[in-house]
């Protein structure tokens, strides 16, 4: 890993009873693009929240260029740009206006302003778009008017959270072509995901959290070696019973989806031989299957193994 640009040490934030974060540990290298994944609910917010500043840890510290970020959060802010999930500007005004309006915000001003906004929009693939009411855009629009306003101070890190939820994959290619190129230009880059291709395809390295813990920290391909192995995902048109997940066991390891869906581990068995013992249990317990998927090795049946749950928006 490059040299440390952030360090989180033993991060936890506690809402009464109820504890979001639980001693998370990890570091992000100057250059880097990392990844934060995990289901809803396990911390990805919360984090964000506090690598940005909007929240206050319990307990731990967050360290950026080896400063705490409790004593030096002006600083620390001024190079940071975050993108949000939620559309962040001004529907009613135009794509200029908004960048003028955030650009003056982060203290820009005259020529200077004006060069980052045209920089900002060439980089999202938005100049012939300047003077149109936000409004009108279309989400993937929307979603890189949030990037582009987020660059307009040239931040050295750039948080993003779900950046292309809800977009086609025309502008879904478009917004992760800008992230990456952004990136490879210098800038630190963090980045929270439910699509698991992308992390696999971009992320120099991923974290993936639940229930407030890191569960496993390293490169997509790493992970996927030492961890992935495939799974068959099963879903029956009747309930899945104590009987039923009795004999499933017998097949290896597995993990309930929901009360009709089970994805069982290969655990490097041969896939064939598990697909038959499979169905020969199931049609002697008289059971219908609704759908039937093999997954080969991949980061998703890693996330799968490491937490039990499908990733969900």
Known sequence: MAESFIEVHKLTKTYGAFKA???LSFEVGRGEFFGLLGPNGAGKTTTIGLLTGLLQPTEGTVLFEGSNLSLYSRQYKARLGLVPQDFAFYPSLSAMDNLRFFGRLYGLWGRLLQQRIQSALEAVQLPER?????????NGMKRRLNIAIALLHQPALLILDEPTVGVDAQSRNAILETIQMLNQKGTTVLYTTHLMEEAERFCHRVAILDQGKIMALD????LVNRLGGGMIRVAFE???DN????QLALLGSFHLSNDQEVDIDLDGGNKLVVLKKLLDLTQGENRKIKSLTILDSNLETVFLR???KQLRD
């Open 21 to 23: 974060l639980q001693g």
């Open 130 to 138: 300047d003077g149109q009411a936000v409004k009108t855009f279309s």
């Open 306 to 308: 490491l937490t039990g």
């Open 243 to 246: 009987s039923l997940q009795g």
């Open 219 to 222: 490169t997509p391909q790493a």
């Open 238 to 240: 009747r309930a899945i």
